[in-house]
């Protein structure tokens, strides 16, 4: 379960003051400066340019998409509030630093920029959109391929489809709704399956039969959602 309450915001201004050129057109841009998938780490920039006798502001939006899920806006500190660029500078950078990015989720800032005269009047708005930092999803995934009864009790195949090890953990066998007991393997690889067998008397002719991998939730898998199987004896 995505929890986004881990996100948290961190600000630091970086500022240069310039002369420029007569003819130069004020500009926003949003630049992803540093994206750090390993640590959760992303930092963004909203880059503004000044507009003759006026204040610039800039504000912060952070935005997630999973796959071709649509973009939608984070709740993240110190984001979405507008930023006061203090007189006297021709240019200037903001850094966003986002810390605590989700795996298997990307990530974005829409930087809205805005000119307001000395009494608060809006001369002109732009907006843009940083380049994306992409945070794969490297947590194991136990799926269960098939659970079925032979001669002498119940074998089910658990197959680990993420991107790295699992470390131990259990598969439990029900039958006719009955608890069966459990059986523990000791890791497996991304990529490979094993079977998994647990003794047991025979099962009656369309009894159901179920196996739970990871009853206990000891692997912390990209998906909790597809750790059982039911089929019928």
């Known amino acids: 379960m995505i929890r986004w309450g881990r996100i948290a915001g961190l600000c630091l201004a970086v500022f240069c ?25 992303a930092v963004f920039e909203g880059r503004q340019s000044a507009l003759r006798q006026t204040k ?11 796959g071709k899920t649509k973009w939608r806006k984070v709740a993240a500190d110190g984001f979405d509030a507008w930023i006061t660029v203090p007189s006297g500078f021709a240019k200037y950078t903001y850094e966003k630093t986002v810390q605590g990015l989700l795996p298997g989720s990307d990530y974005r800032t829409v930087v809205t920029f805005r ?4 009494k608060g009047k809006t001369v002109r708005t732009e907006r843009a959109t940083s380049p994306v930092c992409r945070v794969p999803e490297t947590r194991p995934d136990l799926v269960l391929r098939d659970v079925a009864d032979d001669s002498a009790g119940y074998v089910a195949k658990v197959f680990n489809r993420g991107r790295t090890a699992a470390g131990p953990f259990d598969v439990a066998f ?3 709704g009955v608890p069966l007991g459990t059986t523990r393997v000791v890791g497996l690889a991304p990529g490979q399956s094993i079977d998994v067998f647990m003794p047991g008397a025979a099962c009656t002719d369309g009894e159901a039969l179920e196996a739970v991998v990871d009853p206990g939730s000891e692997v912390d898998e990209s998906n909790e ?3 059982s199987l039911i089929a019928s004896c």
């Open 17 to 41: 003051l310039l002369v420029p050129a007569a003819n130069a057109a004020p500009l926003g841009k949003a630049v992803l400066a540093k994206c750090e998938p390993a640590t959760g780490e």
């Open 56 to 66: 610039m502001q800039m504000k912060f939006t952070l935005q997630v998409g999973q």
């Open 115 to 118: 000119w307001r005269t000395a």
């Open 174 to 176: 029900i039958v006719g």
């Open 225 to 227: 959602e597809n750790d």
